[in-house]
């Protein structure tokens, strides 16, 4: 890749309109005439709907519509999809999922009728008025409980409960080696249940207009969840619909997804020929939207004599929640067997999960989708070994660690690079390990315990495969970036420009990223996955070589030189061994005039390309976390956080600095702070709020130190990797460490997240009996 500023700090050009509150979010745009909708929830985890009367609601002042399941069944409207391939042993159960329950309510929050007036106000008034009789029935809110012989049935083609069986991973050479293995660790892990809590709530405004659907959302992926209702849903074509999406305040993964909402909302919109609007308020979030992550179970790890890792087992269960949501199935099965035995040699591995239905929210894809269950499960089995074995735990990784590439991983993963060992050896460094001893003692003495954790973790980075973009050339000499990826906080406005800019020798405020839009992104698989740069950037690479493969002939033709003598340098074509040129703004304003073009060479330099590419990169790095814990009330602070991490070629260091530390950020609120809780038995949400649902303030975090390793792949152009989830993935396993750390005199040698102050106090006071 050409230099250029491409590979310099450049701070965001979005950040000034967000700054200063100029940034669309759905709920900033002013829809004339636009009702406004509200759904009607269940107050139960399960039960079964005997009468709903809407009869007074309807005639209440302001109502225009109230929508319930027998509406859809008359507009012939379908269930919502679980799109989601994986290779289980039996198909994947999935039972039906309408945007408004029938005969019977599965989780708390489930919507069982949609009402739609001229104020919201109206609307939630209505809804109260909206009489549902329901029977209740038992409910189970755990994975392994859900599982267990007894427990409540959810659906009736999925007996026992169980979604699916996913098997993985050489059984026979799996339990060879642990029958000659030396040492065996064994532990019971919980990854638990989080919300991806993004800033701005789910919302979105849907129009019927021509004939057409218009749906404009706080999403991830337009195209995705267009197909979804399209074909699915609607069983209408796609070009019925238009999604598009103004500036969204941040998605994690979550709004990836297609929800009830969006349904109800164009069905009401086609009814009534007028816009209604949707915004979900924050408790809504927390019971219908989708949690994640929620899987738990047996690990082991078999070493030989000289702790050197011989194979990894792990048997799971994971919480789907009360139905299939479009990705869920595929995050603790296809995600984690991508990244199980992170960056170790270790020579077998066996992944067996079972999905579990649940009286619980859908859960889905939150940043790293897998792969923070996975290299959580690796490195606290690794951390236990060290501890089993008496062994220093950052000596013990080292001696496992893969140093030769490429690498094949047990599960069949192809590492092309990887600096997995200078990653350690930098962190160790950086984080002055051997000063541990003195800042331990000097805790001591102010009668806290200190504890110092060291963890890595390995990223497997694509998201869905290919990527789509184009270059187009407006006539005031700006050039449109046109890309099938799309922005929800990463500060693609900047990063994108910034490295076509570099790429074809033009000042960045010559670029404009266009995204988010069905009506003029022909295909796009959106965000997710840390796919963006490169996935999408790959696909603008190809499509900005194709504009000037065309612009060649055209500047040859008014240079008056042959085309192959011609070199393309910082945004002019130049003849060979002269100082003849022209600029690329010109040569696009020639292109514009058919007329003046020779015979035989199209008009416009206007160009698009698509990267079929499947290929997976493989970020990486080396964390460290200091903390301090107050034996007499169990609190824990994080006191330092270094990580050294290699995200391949960096385009702006500036941007993936903050895109790891807003991931640190998530993963350290997982191990400490964040816990969807339900009760046990009644299936009530007890973690609807932020009263409730703990996420990290400024005063929880300390200054987040973080190093880069450069070490480009060539799977794609730009040498790049993916940042976007690496901060939480690499966290929780390294916070744990350090609290088992600190604790480790008092005896205490496991603890499940999030290690809040309650939890640990209790650890300790048991230790203490």
């Not at 069986?165 to 799996?174: K, S, Y």
């Not at 010559?510 to 490169?534: M, Y």
């Not at 042959?562 to 340098?569: G, H, K, N, R």
Request: net charge negative; charged share 20%; with cysteine.
């Amino acid at each position: 890749m050409p230099e250029g500023e491409a590979g310099r700090s450049v701070r965001r050009r979005e950040d000034l309109r967000f700054l200063t509150g100029e940034g669309r979010y759905v709920g900033d745009i002013a829809v004339p005439g636009a009702l406004h909708g509200v759904a009607l929830r269940s107050p139960h985890a399960h039960a079964r709907i005997l009468g709903l009367d809407a009869t007074a609601a309807r005639t209440m002042p302001g109502v225009r519509l109230i929508l319930t399941h027998a509406d859809l069944v008359a507009e012939g409207i379908g269930p919502l999809p679980c799109p989601a391939v994986v290779a289980t042993v039996a198909p994947i159960i999935v039972p039906a999922r309408h945007a408004l329950a029938g005969e019977a309510v599965r989780h708390v929050g489930e919507p069982v009728a949609f009402i739609v007036a001229e104020t919201a106000a109206a609307a939630r008034d209505a809804a109260e008025a909206i009489a549902v009789e329901y029977e209740p029935l038992p409910a189970v809110v755990e994975s392994r409980a859900a599982l267990a012989p007894g427990a409540p049935q959810i659906w009736p083609e999925a007996p026992g409960n169980e979604v699916f069986r996913f098997e993985r991973g050489d059984r026979a050479a799996v339990e060879a080696a642990f029958a000659v293995a030396a040492h065996v660790v064994e532990l019971d892990l919980v990854n638990n249940r989080v919300h991806a809590a993004p800033i701005e709530p789910r919302g979105a405004v849907a129009r019927w207009e021509g004939g057409r659907f218009d749906l404009l959302l706080s999403g991830q992926g337009v195209h995705g969840i267009r197909r979804q209702l399209a074909h699915d849903v609607f069983r209408l074509p796609e070009e019925d619909f238009r999604l598009h999406c103004p500036d969204v305040g941040g998605g994690f993964g979550l709004k990836n997804f297609l929800f009830p909402e969006y349904v109800c909302l164009l069905l009401a919109a086609r009814r009534l020929g007028r816009p209604v609007a949707w915004t979900a308020d924050y408790t809504e979030e927390f019971q219908a939207a989708v949690h994640a992550r929620d899987l738990r179970g047996r690990a082991r790890l078999a070493l030989d004599a000289e702790g050197r890792f011989l194979a990894l087992h792990a048997d799971l269960a994971a919480d789907m929640g009360a139905y299939c949501s479009s990705h869920g199935p595929a995050c603790p099965t296809n995600s984690v067997s991508t990244a199980i035995g992170g960056v170790y040699a270790i020579p077998a591995i066996r992944l067996e999960v079972t999905g579990a239905f649940t009286n619980s929210a859908p859960v889905d894809a939150y940043r790293g989708a897998g792969k923070p269950e996975a290299n959580y499960l690796t490195e606290r089995l690794v951390e236990a070994a060290a501890r089993q074995l008496g062994m220093d735990p950052v000596d013990l990784r080292r001696r496992n660690l893969v140093t030769r590439f490429p690498h094949r991983s047990a599960l069949g993963m192809l590492m092309d690079t990887g600096r997995f060992a200078d990653n350690l050896a930098e962190l160790e460094a950086l984080a002055d390990r051997l000063g541990f001893a003195a800042r331990r003692a000097e805790s001591k003495a102010r009668g806290r315990l200190r504890g110092l954790g060291i963890a890595c973790f390995l990223e497997t980075s694509r998201g869905a495969p290919h990527e789509w973009a184009a270059l187009r050339f407006a006539a005031d000499g700006t050039m449109e970036l046109c890309l099938g990826t799309q922005s929800n906080g990463q500060g693609h406005e900047t990063s994108f420009p910034q490295f076509a800019a570099a790429y074809l020798g033009l000042p960045a405020e010559r670029f404009r990223l266009v995204q988010a839009d069905t009506e003029v992104i022909p295909f796009g698989n959106g965000h997710g996955g840390a796919r963006s740069l490169h996935v999408g950037g790959t696909a603008l690479v190809m499509a900005m070589d194709a504009a000037l493969e065309k612009a060649r002939p055209i500047a040859a033709h008014l240079l008056q030189a042959a085309p192959e003598t011609l070199d393309y340098v910082e945004g002019r074509f130049v003849v060979q061994g002269t100082e003849r040129s022209v600029a690329l703004e010109a040569v696009a304003k020639a292109a514009r005039d058919p007329a003046s073009l020779p015979e035989g060479i199209p008009p416009g330099l206007d160009a698009e390309a698509m990267n079929l590419s499947e290929l997976v990169t493989f970020p990486s790095g080396a964390h460290c976390a200091e903390v301090e814990i107050d034996p007499e009330t169990g609190q824990v602070t994080l006191l330092r956080y270094q990580a050294v991490d290699d995200y391949g070629r960096l385009i702006n260091p500036l941007l993936t600095a903050g895109q790891v530390q807003g991931g640190l950020a998530q993963g350290i609120g997982q191990a400490l702070l964040e816990e969807v809780a339900y009760e046990p038995g009644s299936g009530q949400l007890l973690s609807a709020s932020f009263m409730d649902y703990c996420i990290p303030r400024a005063e929880d975090l300390p200054p987040l130190e973080v190093a880069f390793g450069e070490l480009p792949t060539a799977s794609n152009p730009l040498g790049v990797k993916g940042s976007g989830q690496a901060g939480a993935i690499g966290a929780p396993q390294t916070v744990v460490a350090a609290v088992l750390d600190a604790l480790a005199p008092l005896g205490i040698t496991h603890l499940d997240m999030p290690l809040t102050a309650e939890r640990v106090w209790r650890a300790i006071r048991a230790g203490v009996r």
